[in-house]
């Protein structure tokens, strides 16, 4: 375990939570999807960005989120 990579992760997780909960989803989609390239590949993660992209017009490529997260599921 690198704990340059971790301490990076959590640094990403809180700008992009903080990006969320200010709206700007673009920034929080981006930063999301940064994550997931790290291997940061979280639930919670996947929600919100597809949340994101569904509020910057991605439906698309929400929708796809979402069905990933419900394929996790069963």
Known sequence: VDPIKIAQ???LKKQAEEAYVAKDFRAAAATYMTLLQLG???PGIQLNLAHSLYAIGKAKEA???YQRLAAHDD
């Open 9 to 11: 992760i959590n640094s």
């Open 40 to 42: 940061a590949d979280e």
């Open 63 to 65: 929708m796809e989120g």
